[in-house]
């Protein structure tokens, strides 16, 4: 009998050579995303499409603007009150659009800026969707903070689940069943992605149009990495 070596997260390991009749296994475990691979895929497509994501962005950032503003200076009228309404709702379509064009942007789909307003229906879902999982991680959080941080990686991917067609309740399962086994490496990646937009958010509007993008396609970047994983199996 041959042996042969197998290797998995930097660990060599002489086994025997498989033979007929017997099960083997993978020692070990593999994370199937790289950070610094999807964060150099989230610039690389930044910069590709850095046209149409600086007109996305800046039309979210435009409405939060405007948003905060009547908050302040129409607080406690009923104007005031209808006009942030209107502003949340406008940006709540906004955000889905901004995620639709960033998960085509990362699949290489063709995509334009008539994407920021999506369908009432996928908004409607996508709301939904984030609202639950944020409810549940909220719990996590009141009962003990590992348990709603294991929840917040847990559904992670609901949002992008729920744009390939998803329900609300079949995004829950769908992003469960995704980030099984990779939510120590999804708790990393998504510490960093918040250390750019920090340091973005430090350095005032112009950094945040270039690190809002690049997160968001990276994160879309693993999604599509995760999702490719989860159908190979």
Not at 167 to 178: H, N, Q
């Amino acid at each position: 009998m041959v042996p042969h070596e197998a290797h998995n997260l930097g660990i060599w390991v002489r086994l025997p050579a498989p033979q007929q009749g017997f099960i083997t296994y993978t020692i070990g475990m593999t994370h199937h995303f790289s950070i610094g691979e999807s964060l150099r895929f989230g610039w690389e497509k930044t910069k590709a499409h850095s046209r149409l994501l600086f007109q996305a962005v800046l039309t979210l950032f435009a409405v939060q603007i405007a948003s905060a503003i009547v908050s302040r200076v129409l607080a406690h009228t009923f104007i005031g009150i209808a006009a942030q309404i209107v502003l949340f709702v406008l940006s709540v379509y906004l955000g889905v659009g901004l995620t639709v064009i960033v998960l085509r942007i990362a699949r290489g789909e063709h995509t334009s800026y008539g994407d920021i307003m999506p369908d009432t229906a996928l908004v409607w879902r996508f709301f939904l969707a984030g609202l639950l999982s944020g409810v549940l991680m909220f719990l996590g959080l009141v009962l003990l903070i590992v348990p709603g941080i294991y929840l917040a990686l847990r559904y992670s991917m609901v949002r992008f689940a729920v744009i390939d067609g998803a329900s609300v309740t079949d995004s829950l399962r769908k992003s469960a069943e995704l980030t099984a086994g990779v939510k120590w490496h999804l708790l990393w990646f998504s510490l960093a992605l918040i250390a750019i937009n920090i340091v973005g958010a430090i350095l005032l509007l112009v950094p945040l149009l270039i690190t809002v993008p690049v997160t968001m396609i990276a994160y879309a970047h693993v999604y599509q990495k995760l999702h490719g994983r989860a159908h190979a199996v």
